[in-house]
């Protein structure tokens, strides 16, 4: 896979091999790379103006988050490459990007130390997540969906949860 490894690089993967998208790619250079089992590029997803931290499959595999530098984060349509979203909010870069297990959801982690969990049908910020005194690095969903975890550089870890 030519032209997105090194680094400043992050990949997910999702789908089957053949034709089909089987991997993603984030570089430095602002653009995500979307390439198939054997290594051949399908396509490119331009449109942030600063280098990529994170990507993420959403759950389905039809659609791929990007977080940026340029203090955004959105949503791809892997089929065509199309921006469905593009999600501001944080006032620092974008570091970390995640998705519900049901899909319905996406948590962002910025540099700002702030996460933000959004709603993937309107694209509103429905809860903040506060209490880090440094930068967010890292977010995820837990398997069950019922609780959401960060990690910053202020060496924390903080678990949230909401009933069902």
Do not use: N
């Not at 680094?7 to 993603?24: N, R, Y």
């Not at 054997?38 to 103006?49: D, E, I, P, V």
């Not at 049908?121 to 959401?148: M, N």
């Amino acid at each position: 896979m030519d032209g997105q490894e090194g680094p400043g690089s992050s990949s997910a993967a999702a789908g089957d091999g053949s034709e089909t998208v089987a991997l993603a790619t984030g570089c430095a250079d602002s653009s995500a790379a979307l390439w198939t089992q054997s290594g051949k590029l399908l396509r490119k997803l331009q449109g942030h103006t600063d280098r990529l931290a994170r990507v993420a499959f959403h759950p389905m595999g039809h659609h791929l988050a990007t977080a940026s530098f340029d203090t955004t984060w959105r949503l791809w349509d892997v089929e065509t490459g199309a921006c469905l979203m593009e999600q501001e909010g944080h006032s620092r870069q974008v570091y970390a990007v995640a998705f519900h297990p049901d899909g319905s959801l996406a948590g962002s982690a910025g540099l700002d130390a702030y996460g933000r969990i959004w709603d993937c049908r309107t694209g509103r910020c429905v809860f903040t997540l506060a209490g880090h005194v440094k930068q967010i690095i890292a977010l995820d969903f837990a398997p069950d969906g019922f609780h959401v975890a960060t990690g910053g550089d202020d060496h924390t870890v903080k678990v949230r949860g909401w009933a069902s």
